[in-house]
């Protein structure tokens, strides 16, 4: 267990992520998919800090991905619920406000 | 890496796929918010075969404490508005950026699957909470106050923004 298999995986996580935003339309699933990819990202830095170790620079950066995210989820989540409040549904494709 | 931990890496593995399929393939909001529940649980998991003991705990007290809970919190707020019908429409472009995804992570992921680095011999403070502690409040003293101003900041916008019109 190399390595090299915790990347592919990261990868494929963020695959994962990116597909879910780029194809739903669920607002809550599209913010559900920013949370998937910046966990593999997190699984990315770890892997590369545990490869060199001599210095805890990847687990910093990781806590501060989490941090941030946490602050993205609940401006996130405070967003979509103004977007409800206007729009009574969260399609995406309903977002046209800013389009005309 | 020693046995315990490639078992716990594969199971993990497993588990982190089939949540993260789970939560984007599910039609209602709660059962992905699920998929992402056990997704999260398992990256703890994973992180303690990387020696992240901090990080594992953290991960779960944060995402699956707070993120998720959030997220529960606003599909009940919500109601049944919360699912939108399945996709239909825009299969050309759906299938594009699915084709367009899945050629770039094939390309990355086998690529970086030969990255070949020896597991460095770990110190013993590595990913405690004395060794991370340090590092963030040694090393990174000005990052770690403004990622607290951040999450003022998005405390207050959060309010400001999900806040009723009519006050």
Redesign the interface.
């Known amino acids: 267990?190399?390595?090299?298999?915790?990347?592919?995986?990261a990868?494929?996580?963020?695959?994962?992520?990116?597909?879910?935003f780029?194809?739903?339309?669920?607002m809550?699933?599209q913010?559900?998919?920013i949370?998937?990819m910046l966990?593999s990202v997190?699984?990315m830095m770890?892997?590369f800090?545990?490869?060199?170790?001599?210095?805890?620079?990847g687990?910093?950066f990781?806590?501060?991905v989490?941090?941030?995210?946490?602050?993205?989820?609940?401006?996130g989540?405070?967003?979509?619920?103004?977007y409800?409040?206007i729009k009574?549904?969260?399609?995406t494709d309903d977002a046209t406000l800013l389009r005309y | 890496m020693s046995f315990p931990g490639a078992t716990l890496f594969v199971v993990t593995a497993i588990f982190a796929m089939a949540g993260a399929l789970f939560t984007i393939s599910s039609n209602r909001p709660l059962r992905a918010a699920i998929g992402l529940l056990v997704h999260i649980i398992s990256l703890a998991g994973m992180f303690l075969t990387l020696d992240a003991q901090l990080l594992a705990a953290l991960q779960l007290l944060v995402y699956a404490g707070a993120v998720v809970v959030l997220f529960v919190f606003v599909i009940m707020l919500i109601g049944p508005a919360a699912e939108v019908d399945p996709m239909q429409g825009r299969i050309a472009s759906r299938a594009l950026s699915i084709g367009l995804t899945v050629a770039v992570v094939l390309s990355v992921a086998s690529t970086v699957a030969y990255f070949d680095a020896p597991w460095g011999v770990v110190p013993d403070d590595f990913g405690t909470v004395e060794g991370l502690g340090l590092a963030i409040y040694q090393q990174s003293l000005v990052p770690f106050e403004v990622v607290s101003i951040t999450l003022l900041v998005a405390i207050v916008g959060a309010i400001a923004i999900a806040r009723s019109p009519t006050e």
């Open positions: 267990m190399d390595i090299g298999t915790y990347l592919a995986l990868s494929v996580l963020f695959g994962l992520g990116a597909v879910g780029l194809v739903r339309r669920n809550l699933i913010l559900m998919s949370e998937l966990n997190n699984v770890l892997a800090n545990r490869a060199y170790p001599g210095n805890h620079a687990q910093v990781a806590f501060f989490i941090a941030v995210a946490a602050a993205e989820a609940a401006v989540l405070a967003i979509l619920i103004a409800y409040r009574r549904t969260l399609d």
